[in-house]
């Protein structure tokens, strides 16, 4: 079980992490940095296996990686929205994060609500009640099994 | 069954039809990587066990966001990117030339039919000249670096048929804002825009990359332009059959199908913080603005430099306006002199700067704080863009953008 942190919509790459952080060397020092200008504690508040849930079109903007990533440092066991922008919905595959469409969820559940998700069986389980996810193509659910587009490379 | 321009250059590439949705790998013709993310590509590529790039003189290097550095830590970035450069023998390396997007087809790097990559999510720009070109990060950037292909699903198209003549002061950035507005922000997400009609025929090349390098700002994966005589001048190239053919086929599969007619564009902003807030300068006039920024690979190129002046000519900036003009790239910064354009904006009171990304990317020359207001004829006004999260930046045309520095508040031009 993990607990929700819930966005609304076009939450933009800007947003997840600006640009002054995405020239920082490392990771790890701009991850406490995440989703700053919504929320200043998110990188504080947020554990391993909490959710990020949000509305439509997120991701969209830039095609910093670091998006993702940041939010997979921290812990973050999926994000799960009405829809995704094409440039981050690549990249988190890439960088094995999941991303999971569900078009029902967000109008459903409030932010600190307990989920789990349960992807081979694409449904998410939150207050006793699914909901139904869209699957992800074979092609990017094989990437991300493996844990993204360099292990898989590795196995090729 | 008819192809559109998108299926075309997917035909092309792979040697066999194919059909929307579906997944394939292409062989990529250009790669583009620029400043900020070479640090990622440079240790992913090594990460990833390649010791050679898969074609050297398909990768191209601009260094533009951080062009001249402004923080020490800036400067890390072109130590890893020359390195990178000197190890894997790449040529192709621009290191204050402009902005990426205006040199890859100024410089000659593209071509129509192309497929093209870049680490900047307004790679969508070359579709001005018929490429497929589209924004990746940096993991894939990688790869594509050691094996030269990248996978991808064929989009649907949205077909956009603009025919007539524009009004005075409406230019081509102001028909982008008005088809951002009526898509919405994720209204063409995973699609690919093809525009067609006498009004983008009549466009110049330069006007036509304004409106593909924005179609990112509806999630589009790429926004196509038909090669056409003014593509073959402007890429010093005689058009082959096959580029000719680069045409959506009446008979093609569209998704949607949407019309305009030019002489009902009016011109427009994007209101704070996103760019489908998209308004008649009309129903803005008389807000009060801080600074206004001409520029940015969407509006930094000789033409628009050359509107601004048109406005701006023999008169003042008000006093307690900053105007700030980035020209996009070297070349351009070189003709705007030539012709008298950077005369005429220096003597209206602008602030000319070197060619860079400049301020659109928030790190440089220009940043606002809370409760400032910006006019900007860049791509993203998104909350924090340019300097504090409470400043309010509104996109517009390099006419409106002139005609607003004049008054200090927002005008119509």
């Known amino acids: 079980m993990g607990k929700i942190f819930k966005f609304g919509q076009d939450v933009d790459t800007d947003q997840i992490i600006a640009s002054q952080y995405i020239i920082y060397p490392t990771i790890d020092e701009m991850k406490v940095h995440t989703f700053e200008s919504l929320d200043t504690d998110f990188a504080s508040k947020v554990q391993p296996g909490d959710y990020v849930v949000a509305s439509e079109n997120f991701g969209c903007g830039s095609s910093r990686e670091q998006a993702p990533t940041v939010l997979k440092a921290l812990g973050v066991k999926a994000v799960i929205a009405k829809s995704f922008a094409r440039i981050f919905y690549r990249n988190a595959i890439n960088i094995g994060l999941p991303v999971i469409v569900c078009k029902e969820l967000y109008d459903n559940v409030n ?27 074979e092609y990017m659910q094989g990437i991300l099994d493996q844990g993204g587009l360099i292990a898989s490379l590795d196995r090729d | 069954m008819g192809l559109t321009i998108i299926e075309k250059i997917v035909r092309n590439n792979i040697g066999k039809e194919v059909r929307p949705g579906e997944i394939v790998t292409v062989n990529v013709d250009r790669v583009m990587i620029h ?149 919405g922000a994720d209204g063409a ?46 890429c010093g190239i005689t058009l082959t059959e096959k580029e000719q053919d680069l045409v959506g086929d009446a008979d093609a599969q569209y998704c949607r199908v949407i019309e305009y007619k030019a002489e009902e564009f009016v011109p427009v902003m994007a209101c704070p913080s996103n760019v489908d ?112 999260s409470k400043v309010n930046i509104y996109l517009a045309s390099p006419k409106t953008a002139a005609a607003c520095a004049i008054e200090g508040k927002i005008v119509a031009p």
């Open chain 2, 277 to 388: 807030n998209v308004k008649p300068v009309t129903e803005l006039v008389g807000k009060n603005i801080d600074q206004v920024f001409i520029g940015s690979c969407t509006n930094g190129r000789l033409e628009d430099l050359m509107a601004a002046a048109e406005i701006l000519k023999g008169k003042q900036v008000a006093p307690f306006v900053k105007l700030i003009v980035t020209p996009a790239s070297r070349k351009i910064y070189q003709e705007a002199t030539k012709n008298g354009t950077l005369a005429v904006l220096a003597e209206a009171g602008a602030i000319i700067t070197h060619p860079s990304c400049g301020l659109c990317c928030g790190r440089t020359g220009g940043i606002l704080t809370d409760g400032e207001t910006v006019i900007a004829t860049n791509n993203r006004n998104f909350l924090g863009r340019m300097g504090t």
């Open chain 1, 111 to 137: 932010a600190g609500d307990e989920m789990e998700l349960f992807m081979q069986e694409g449904v998410v389980r939150v207050n006793e009640k699914e909901y139904a996810c869209t699957k992800l193509p």
């Open chain 2, 35 to 183: 400043d900020i993310f070479i640090p990622f590509v440079a240790s992913k590529f090594e990460e990833m066990g390649f010791t050679k790039i898969w074609d050297p003189d398909k990768a191209v290097l601009i260094y533009d966001h951080l062009v001249p550095a402004s923080q020490v830590d800036d400067t890390r970035h072109f130590r890893i990117g020359n390195e990178f450069v000197e190890k894997y023998d790449m040529k192709n390396i621009h290191r204050s030339d402009g902005i990426c997007h205006q040199l890859m087809t100024e410089a000659g790097y593209v071509k129509p039919g192309n497929i093209v990559f870049g680490t900047d999510s307004h790679t969508t720009t070359y579709g001005c000249v018929g490429a497929f070109s589209s924004g990746i990060g940096y993991t894939e950037m990688a790869s594509i670096l050691g094996t030269g292909t990248l996978w991808i699903r064929v989009p649907e198209t949205i077909k956009v048929n603009i025919t007539g003549k524009l009004p005075e002061n409406v230019m081509a950035k102001d028909i982008i804002l008005k088809l951002i507005g009526d898509l």
């Open chain 2, 189 to 234: 997400t995973y699609k690919a825009l093809e525009f067609t009609g006498d009004t983008v025929e009549n466009m110049t090349v330069a006007s036509r990359m304004c409106m593909s390098n924005m179609a990112i700002e509806a999630g589009a994966k790429c926004a196509l332009f038909s090669p056409d005589e003014k593509t073959a001048e402007y």
